[in-house]
Each structure stands twice: as C-alpha cells, then as structure tokens.
C-alpha cells in the first residue's frame, strides 16, 4: 500500500516540478494569446469599417472581418502553444481540423454551395435589394441577400426564400438594371383599314400616357395576308416598379383602343 502512495506522491511531485519549471513560459503564453486576443478584436472592427465604406455591403464585410478574426487568432493560439514546447499538439490539432474539414465538407455540400453562391452574388451583383427580377419561376421585388438565401418578393404578396445556389446556377433577368422597359403590344386590322391614319392616332394617344417617353413610340407592320395586317405597337417607361409598369401598361392599352376605335 506504501508503495502505491510513494508512487502517487513520486508522480505529484514531477508534475509539481514540471509546472514550476513551465511556470514562465505559461505566463508568457497567456499573456501572447490575450495580446492576440485584444488584436483581432481591434483588428476585426477596423476590417470591417473599412469593408464596409469599401463594398457598401455589411453581410459580406461581416464575414470576411469574423474571417479575418479567426485567422488572427489561431496564430496567437498557435504562438502560444510553441512557447510551451507543445509542437506535436499543434501538429494534432491542424491534421484534426483538416479530418474535421473533410467531413463537414461531405456533410454540409449543399450549405457550402449556396455559401460560395452567395458570396459570388454579393461581389458581382447581378442584382441588389429593391430590383425587379425574374428568376426560377418566380418574379417579384428581392427584399434580402443573405449569404445562405435570396428573399424575394412576389407581386402576389409572397415571400420566396431561394437558395442561392438555384439563383446562381440558373439564368435571371433583371428588369431593373438598365432603369427602362419596353411595352409591347400585337394588334390585327382588316387589310381593307386606313392605316397610316391608324398608325397617326395610335402615335399620338400613347404619347399622351405621362410615363411614356414620346419618341419612343414605335410602330412596326409585320404581317399582311390579304385579309389582315399584323402590327407592333412599342414604347418605352422609365418606371422599374411592377406596379407602376402594369398601370403604365393598362393606360397604353386603354389610349391605343380608344384610338383604334376612333378610325374603325
């Protein structure tokens, strides 16, 4: 029984001596690591004021100054541990996140795919929030870039959250981007029909609809069978807003009839 305790006590006593020994290099490893510490902090803030007047995107400058953080802070980490002699611990630790790396990366593909998505979506803004656009089958007003999802509004009051990776891998029209868009409307005239006087009057009626910029009328004839003629009514708005373009689009409409009737 004596043995086993002057056992226990020889093992106590080494670890004792072993810790007073590593006492300075301890102190010093801690104060490393907090210096760090306080260094990524300061550091993280600054990257991301700094990202932020640069990209005029907080989602993205958030996540590169965490980035930033991390990184930072695993040297401090890494600084530290050498100061203790522990090398083959470091050594461990970077082949076990690289294990860890691999799985998570089998296990959450999906998640990176639409993380790496967004990230493209935020850097190369095929779109921003309040644009118009068209994408997967839904058209509405984008309300949200995440990193993970896009939020879209619907004309019909519907919130669609769309992986970005569906966004990203599939075409998108913007109908926002260039600040115009065009009205089109088809019409069919007896062949027998006055239509340079038709073609008059539809000019001036749609010229009169207040968001229609009048030399933007254009009138094309496409068809003529005998019977019938085949017309192109276009013109181009300012507004991007769906409603707007929609109201735009009833009053054309309502001014090309009126005129149409006029000389029928």
Same mark, same amino acid.
């Given at each position: 029984?004596?043995?086993?305790?002057?056992l226990?006590?020889q093992?106590?006593?080494?670890?004792?001596?072993?810790?007073?020994?590593?006492l300075?290099n301890l102190?010093?490893?801690?104060?490393?690591f907090?210096?760090?510490?306080l260094?990524?902090?300061f550091?993280?803030k600054?990257v991301n004021k700094?990202l932020v007047r640069?990209s005029?995107?907080?989602?993205?400058?958030?996540?590169?100054?965490?980035?930033?953080?991390?990184?930072?802070?695993?040297?401090g980490l890494?600084?530290?541990?050498?100061?203790?002699?522990?090398?083959?611990?470091i050594?461990?630790?970077?082949?076990?996140a690289?294990?860890i790396?691999?799985a998570?990366?089998f296990?959450?593909q999906?998640l990176?795919?639409?993380f790496?998505?967004?990230?493209f979506?935020i850097?190369?803004?095929p779109f921003?929030?309040?644009?118009?656009v %068209?994408? !997967? =089958?839904?058209t509405?007003?984008? *309300?949200?870039?995440?990193?993970?999802?896009t939020t #879209?509004?619907?004309?019909q009051?519907?919130?669609?959250?769309?992986p970005?990776?569906?966004?990203f891998?599939?075409?998108?029209t913007?109908?926002?981007l260039?600040?115009?868009r065009?009205?089109?409307?088809?019409l069919?005239?007896?062949?027998?029909?006055?239509?340079q006087?038709?073609?008059q009057k539809?000019?001036?009626?749609?010229s009169?609809?207040?968001?229609?910029?009048?030399?933007?009328?254009?009138?094309?004839?496409? %068809?003529? !069978? =005998?019977?019938?003629?085949?017309m *192109?009514?276009?013109c181009?708005i300012?507004?991007? #807003?769906?409603?707007?373009?929609n109201?735009?689009?009833?009053?054309?409409l309502?001014?090309i009839?009126?005129a149409?009737?006029?000389?029928l």
């Amino acid at each position: 029984m004596e043995k086993w305790f002057d056992l226990i006590k020889q093992k106590l006593e080494s670890w004792l001596v072993l810790l007073i020994k590593m006492l300075p290099n301890l102190l010093l490893a801690v104060l490393v690591f907090t210096g760090f510490f306080l260094l990524a902090k300061f550091l993280r803030k600054l990257v991301n004021k700094l990202l932020v007047r640069l990209s005029h995107k907080p989602t993205i400058s958030g996540l590169f100054s965490t980035l930033f953080f991390i990184v930072v802070l695993l040297v401090g980490l890494f600084i530290s541990l050498q100061l203790l002699h522990l090398e083959k611990t470091i050594a461990s630790l970077l082949a076990g996140a690289g294990i860890i790396g691999l799985a998570l990366g089998f296990a959450f593909q999906d998640l990176t795919a639409n993380f790496i998505s967004g990230v493209f979506i935020i850097f190369r803004k095929p779109f921003d929030v309040g644009n118009i656009v %068209d994408t !997967n =089958g839904f058209t509405g007003i984008v *309300e949200e870039i995440q990193l993970r999802s896009t939020t #879209i509004r619907t004309f019909q009051g519907l919130h669609i959250m769309l992986p970005n990776k569906e966004i990203f891998q599939k075409p998108i029209t913007n109908y926002s981007l260039s600040g115009k868009r065009r009205i089109d409307v088809d019409l069919t005239f007896p062949g027998k029909a006055n239509l340079q006087a038709i073609e008059q009057k539809i000019k001036e009626a749609v010229s009169t609809v207040p968001e229609v910029k009048d030399d933007k009328v254009q009138i094309l004839f496409v %068809d003529y !069978n =005998g019977d019938t003629v085949k017309m *192109e009514v276009h013109c181009w708005i300012d507004n991007t #807003i769906e409603m707007g373009y929609n109201s735009t689009r009833d009053k054309v409409l309502r001014q090309i009839h009126a005129a149409v009737i006029s000389q029928l």
